[in-house]
Antibody, heavy 122, light 108 residues
Framework: EVQLVESGGGLVKPGGSLRVSCAASGFPFNSYTMNWVRQAPGKGLEWVASISSGNAYIYYAASLKGRFTISRDNANNLHLHMISLRGEDTGMYYC????????????????WGQGTLVTVSS | SYVLTQPPSVSVAPGKTARITCGGDNIGSKSVHWYQQKPGQAPVLVVYDDGDRPSGIPERFSDSNSGITATLTINRVEAGDEGDYYCQVWDTNNNHVVFGGGTKLTVL
């Protein structure tokens, strides 16, 4: 069974930094593109970043302006390191797996974690 | 940047057909994916690529895509189909994933 369990969310002050992580299990982690998608309270879905298998490509939403870094490790974890956080970064951060192994970037998002909540406030 | 436009809300009576549109420049040339999100839950993929459905998604869910509009169709709508629906594509020009703004489906 595919499982994606996020952690690391919490309250952080504006200008602060935070790292959220996702523990993946139930599938060959190294074979799949992984993604972060966020959702501000009461708002729609916003793609944040994607990292392919073997780090062949890494893409970020332009709106992040270089403040976020996505990474993956050999222990089946996905990370998102966030700096210079702002109020508009508040939201639920979802860890998401693509549908197919080694798929093109146009692939769909088959599995979603339950999310970790990040709140940026003084 | 590429923009996907969805109506904010759609209402339909039980047993009828709901159609949720997703507009975008030349969207007919792209693979469109659709997600359902119920309150307090993570999104769920309901239709992907050219109308394929993941395991467990009823045949009542289908889509069509041509020109500048993709449409998610839900036949014989049930109360359990209520929720927010999002379309999604890959923007090849900017290497970005793009979501539509979402449509709230209400079953009357």
């Amino acid at each position: 069974e595919v499982q994606l369990v996020e952690s690391g969310g919490g309250l952080v002050k504006p200008g602060g930094s935070l790292r959220v992580s996702c523990a993946a299990s139930g599938f060959p982690f190294n074979s799949y593109t992984m993604n972060w998608v966020r959702q501000a309270p009461g708002k729609g879905l916003e793609w944040v970043a994607s990292i392919s298998s073997g780090n062949a490509y890494i893409y970020y939403a332009a709106s992040l302006k270089g403040r976020f870094t996505i990474s993956r490790d050999n222990a089946n974890n996905l990370h998102l390191h966030m700096i210079s956080l702002r109020g508009e970064d508040t939201g639920m951060y979802y860890c998401v797996r693509n549908s197919l192994p080694r798929a093109a970037p146009s692939d769909s998002f088959a599995y979603w974690g339950q999310g970790t909540l990040v709140t940026v406030s003084s | 940047s590429y923009v996907l436009t969805q109506p904010p809300s759609v209402s339909v009576a039980p047993g009828k057909t709901a159609r949720i549109t997703c507009g975008g420049d030349n969207i007919g040339s792209k693979s469109v994916h659709w997600y359902q999100q119920k309150p307090g839950q993570a999104p769920v993929l309901v239709v992907y690529d050219d109308g394929d459905r993941p395991s467990g998604i009823p045949e009542r869910f289908s889509d069509s895509n041509s020109g500048i509009t993709a449409t998610l169709t839900i036949n014989r709508v049930e109360a359990g189909d209520e929720g927010d629906y999002y379309c999604q594509v890959w923007d090849t020009n900017n290497n970005h994933v793009v979501f539509g703004g979402g449509t709230k489906l209400t079953v009357l």
